[in-house]
């Protein structure tokens, strides 16, 4: 079954840091970009970040540039997100999902999401 | 920065009812428009991509339009499994992407 799924959430307090983790199965992870997009309590969706199918480019949000860092290791399957300097706005579920172009991009895959509290 | 504006944020509808919904980007984005289905606790769902391509397996009853700076996500006869909040994305702006705020569609 194709599939993700991301763990690693909790809680952490301000200025504190997390890395969530996402596992993909079914699929060949290396011939995607992969993002992590994350949705506060209540609110929409925003995009976080996003990582080149062989980890040589990465692109991130304004608000979490310099605090967050995407990476992959396509060896394992996996995609994480080292979250650092954790602020109570970044509280959030944070969903892996997967860059799909058909067209143009869109996500065509998303895991069950990971949430994520910061507070102290 | 490319914003998305939905409307309504909200909207009640009955089962059987034609809806449509509208997201209108701050800039020209062509077709590079998408739009996802979510429900309570669950992750999003693609529903339609590039503005009027319909995802493999959603049904025939959503269907969108638009191109430029105007969108609309129809459902042309609400089922009791749409009720949901709807999500409209560009991806004009590649690699870096934004959403709207969302619809909820609800229960009349």
């Known amino acids: 079954e194709v599939q993700l799924e991301e763990s690693g959430g909790g809680l952490v307090q301000p200025g504190g840091s997390l890395r969530l983790s996402c596992a993909a199965s079914g699929f060949i992870l290396t011939t995607y970009w992969m993002s992590w997009v994350r949705q506060a309590p209540g609110r929409g969706l925003e995009w976080v970040a996003n990582i080149k199918h062989d980890g040589s480019e990465t692109f991130y949000l304004d608000s979490v540039k310099g605090r967050f860092t995407i990476s992959r290791d396509n060896a394992k399957d996996s995609l994480y997100l080292q979250m650092n300097n954790l602020r109570a706005e970044d509280t959030a579920v944070y969903y892996c999902?997967?860059?799909?172009?058909?067209?143009?991009?869109?996500?065509?895959?998303w895991g069950r999401g990971t949430l994520v509290t910061v507070s102290s | 920065d490319i914003q998305m504006t939905q409307s309504p944020s909200s909207l009640s509808a009955s089962v059987g009812d034609r809806v449509t919904i509208t997201c209108r980007a701050s800039q020209s984005i062509s077709s590079y428009l998408n739009w996802y289905q979510q429900k309570p606790g669950k992750a999003p769902k693609l529903l339609i991509y590039a503005a009027s391509s319909l995802q493999s397996g959603v049904p025939s009853r959503f269907s969108g339009s638009g191109s430029g700076t105007d969108f609309t996500l129809t459902i042309s006869s609400l089922q009791p499994e749409d009720f949901a909040s709807y999500y409209c994305?560009?991806?004009?702006?590649?690699?870096?992407?934004?959403f709207g705020q969302g619809t909820k569609l609800e229960i009349k």
């Open positions: 999902a997967r860059d799909w172009w058909s067209l143009h991009w869109s996500f065509d895959l």
């Open positions: 994305q560009q991806s004009f702006s590649t690699p870096m992407y934004t």
